[in-house]
Protein backbone atom coordinates (compact mmCIF):
# COMPACT_ATOMS: atom_id res chain seq x y z
CA UNK A 1 0.00 0.00 0.00
CA UNK A 2 1.79 3.22 -1.22
CA UNK A 3 1.12 6.24 0.48
CA UNK A 4 0.84 9.97 -0.18
CA UNK A 5 2.81 12.49 1.80
CA UNK A 6 0.55 15.71 1.39
CA UNK A 7 2.06 18.70 1.80
CA UNK A 8 0.80 20.64 5.19
CA UNK A 9 1.05 23.97 6.34
CA UNK A 10 2.21 24.02 10.35
CA UNK A 11 2.29 28.08 10.55
CA UNK A 12 5.26 29.40 10.26
CA UNK A 13 6.57 26.50 8.03
CA UNK A 14 5.13 23.68 5.64
CA UNK A 15 5.60 19.95 5.45
CA UNK A 16 6.61 17.89 2.54
CA UNK A 17 7.80 14.68 1.37
CA UNK A 18 11.97 14.46 1.48
CA UNK A 19 13.71 15.26 -1.83
CA UNK A 20 17.40 14.74 -2.88
CA UNK A 21 17.85 18.96 -2.34
CA UNK A 22 17.41 17.76 1.34
CA UNK A 23 21.01 16.51 1.46
CA UNK A 24 22.41 19.29 3.51
CA UNK A 25 19.99 19.23 5.85
CA UNK A 26 20.88 15.37 6.49
CA UNK A 27 24.53 16.41 6.64
CA UNK A 28 24.18 18.54 9.78
CA UNK A 29 21.69 16.39 11.59
CA UNK A 30 24.34 13.64 11.33
CA UNK A 31 27.02 16.05 12.91
CA UNK A 32 24.58 16.36 16.14
CA UNK A 33 25.52 13.99 18.78
CA UNK A 34 22.17 12.71 19.22
CA UNK A 35 20.45 12.45 16.37
CA UNK A 36 21.77 9.30 15.10
CA UNK A 37 21.56 8.08 18.28
CA UNK A 38 17.98 7.29 17.89
CA UNK A 39 17.06 7.50 13.99
CA UNK A 40 18.13 6.24 10.96
CA UNK A 41 20.21 9.54 10.17
CA UNK A 42 23.73 8.28 9.12
CA UNK A 43 26.42 9.10 12.40
CA UNK A 44 29.03 9.83 9.86
CA UNK A 45 27.92 11.92 6.73
CA UNK A 46 28.68 11.00 3.05
CA UNK A 47 26.86 11.94 0.17
CA UNK A 48 26.05 8.43 -0.60
CA UNK A 49 24.93 8.05 3.03
CA UNK A 50 22.87 11.24 2.96
CA UNK A 51 20.85 9.69 -0.34
CA UNK A 52 20.88 6.25 1.24
CA UNK A 53 18.78 8.24 3.93
CA UNK A 54 16.43 9.95 1.82
CA UNK A 55 15.38 6.63 -0.11
CA UNK A 56 14.33 4.96 3.31
CA UNK A 57 12.14 8.24 3.78
CA UNK A 58 10.71 7.56 0.69
CA UNK A 59 10.05 3.83 0.82
CA UNK A 60 8.06 4.51 4.33
CA UNK A 61 5.52 5.96 2.16
CA UNK A 62 6.01 3.06 -0.91
CA UNK A 63 5.50 0.46 1.68
CA UNK A 64 3.04 1.70 3.80
CA UNK A 65 5.03 1.77 7.00
CA UNK A 66 4.38 5.76 7.35
CA UNK A 67 4.76 9.24 6.37
CA UNK A 68 8.12 11.19 7.10
CA UNK A 69 7.82 15.08 6.01
CA UNK A 70 10.81 17.59 6.14
CA UNK A 71 9.93 20.63 8.15
CA UNK A 72 10.50 23.75 5.92
CA UNK A 73 10.67 27.35 7.21
CA UNK A 74 8.57 29.37 4.35
CA UNK A 75 9.97 32.99 5.12
CA UNK A 76 13.07 31.48 3.67
CA UNK A 77 12.12 27.71 2.22
CA UNK A 78 15.21 26.23 4.60
CA UNK A 79 14.66 22.38 5.73
CA UNK A 80 15.12 22.71 9.68
CA UNK A 81 14.18 19.10 10.58
CA UNK A 82 11.92 16.40 9.87
CA UNK A 83 8.78 14.71 11.75
CA UNK A 84 7.35 10.96 10.72
CA UNK A 85 4.05 9.16 11.32
CA UNK A 86 4.94 5.72 12.06
CA UNK A 87 2.15 3.48 11.13
CA UNK A 88 3.31 -0.35 12.00
CA UNK A 89 0.71 -0.49 14.99
CA UNK A 90 -2.12 1.29 13.15
CA UNK A 91 -4.00 -2.18 13.12
CA UNK A 92 -4.33 -1.81 17.12
CA UNK A 93 -5.55 2.18 16.28
CA UNK A 94 -2.16 3.76 17.14
CA UNK A 95 0.11 5.58 15.18
CA UNK A 96 3.95 6.67 16.78
CA UNK A 97 5.22 9.72 15.96
CA UNK A 98 8.95 11.09 15.70
CA UNK A 99 10.85 14.23 15.20
CA UNK A 100 14.24 15.91 15.66
CA UNK A 101 14.99 19.96 14.51
CA UNK A 102 18.93 20.45 13.58
CA UNK A 103 20.41 22.79 16.28
CA UNK A 104 20.68 25.83 13.66
CA UNK A 105 17.00 25.38 13.97
CA UNK A 106 16.03 24.96 17.27
CA UNK A 107 14.21 27.52 19.57
CA UNK A 108 12.26 28.74 16.93
CA UNK A 109 9.17 26.36 17.35
CA UNK A 110 9.20 24.58 14.55
CA UNK A 111 9.21 21.44 16.67
CA UNK A 112 6.18 22.01 18.23
CA UNK A 113 4.67 23.65 14.82
CA UNK A 114 5.15 20.24 13.17
CA UNK A 115 4.25 18.30 15.26
CA UNK A 116 0.73 20.46 16.27
CA UNK A 117 -0.13 19.86 12.18
CA UNK A 118 0.75 16.40 11.53
CA UNK A 119 -1.33 15.11 14.92
CA UNK A 120 -4.60 17.00 13.36
CA UNK A 121 -4.42 16.16 10.39
CA UNK A 122 -3.47 11.94 11.47
CA UNK A 123 -6.40 12.39 13.69
CA UNK A 124 -8.62 13.93 11.83
CA UNK A 125 -7.76 13.02 8.29
CA UNK A 126 -7.08 9.88 8.65
CA UNK A 127 -8.97 9.26 11.76
CA UNK A 128 -6.35 7.21 13.90
CA UNK A 129 -7.77 7.14 17.22
CA UNK A 130 -4.50 7.33 19.11
CA UNK A 131 -0.99 8.98 18.71
CA UNK A 132 2.32 8.57 20.77
CA UNK A 133 5.68 9.17 21.32
CA UNK A 134 8.67 8.39 23.33
CA UNK A 135 10.55 11.08 25.23
CA UNK A 136 14.10 10.43 27.11
CA UNK A 137 13.58 11.84 30.58
CA UNK A 138 16.38 14.29 30.66
CA UNK A 139 15.11 15.68 27.40
CA UNK A 140 12.88 18.73 28.82
CA UNK A 141 12.53 20.50 25.07
CA UNK A 142 11.25 17.44 23.59
CA UNK A 143 8.43 16.88 26.62
CA UNK A 144 7.74 20.19 26.24
CA UNK A 145 7.08 20.35 22.33
CA UNK A 146 4.98 17.45 23.21
CA UNK A 147 2.64 18.92 25.91
CA UNK A 148 2.39 21.98 23.84
CA UNK A 149 0.85 20.15 20.52
CA UNK A 150 -1.55 18.13 23.17
CA UNK A 151 0.24 15.34 24.03
CA UNK A 152 -0.07 13.99 27.84
CA UNK A 153 2.63 12.31 29.61
CA UNK A 154 0.75 8.82 31.01
CA UNK A 155 4.19 7.08 32.03
CA UNK A 156 7.64 5.90 32.75
CA UNK A 157 8.71 2.83 30.64
CA UNK A 158 11.49 1.30 32.22
CA UNK A 159 14.82 0.74 30.07
CA UNK A 160 12.46 0.81 26.89
CA UNK A 161 14.66 1.30 24.25
CA UNK A 162 18.61 1.43 23.17
CA UNK A 163 20.28 4.47 22.58
CA UNK A 164 23.90 4.57 21.92
CA UNK A 165 24.63 1.11 23.07
CA UNK A 166 22.37 1.25 26.53
CA UNK A 167 19.05 0.51 27.31
CA UNK A 168 17.32 3.80 27.92
CA UNK A 169 13.81 4.82 29.85
CA UNK A 170 11.41 6.72 27.90
CA UNK A 171 8.77 8.89 29.03
CA UNK A 172 5.06 7.49 26.95
CA UNK A 173 3.05 10.54 26.38
CA UNK A 174 0.29 9.89 24.19
CA UNK A 175 -3.16 12.12 22.42
CA UNK A 176 -6.19 10.42 21.44
CA UNK A 177 -9.20 11.69 18.93
CA UNK A 178 -11.61 14.25 20.27
CA UNK A 179 -14.36 11.36 21.61
CA UNK A 180 -12.10 8.80 22.37
CA UNK A 181 -11.51 6.86 25.61
CA UNK A 182 -9.73 9.05 28.64
Known sequence: MSLDVPRLTAGPYEL???ERADLPLVEEASADPYIPLTTTVPPVYSEGEGE???????SRAETGAGYSFVVVR???VRPAGMIGLWLRDLPE???TLGYWIVPSCRGEGAATAALTAVSAWALGELGIPRLQLLVEPWNDASAKTAERAGFVREGLLRSWQEVG????????????RAGGAG
Not at 52 to 58: E, H, I, S, T
Open 16 to 18: RAW
Open 52 to 58: AFVRRQW
Open 74 to 76: RRD
Open 93 to 95: GRA
Open 165 to 176: GERRDMWMYGRV
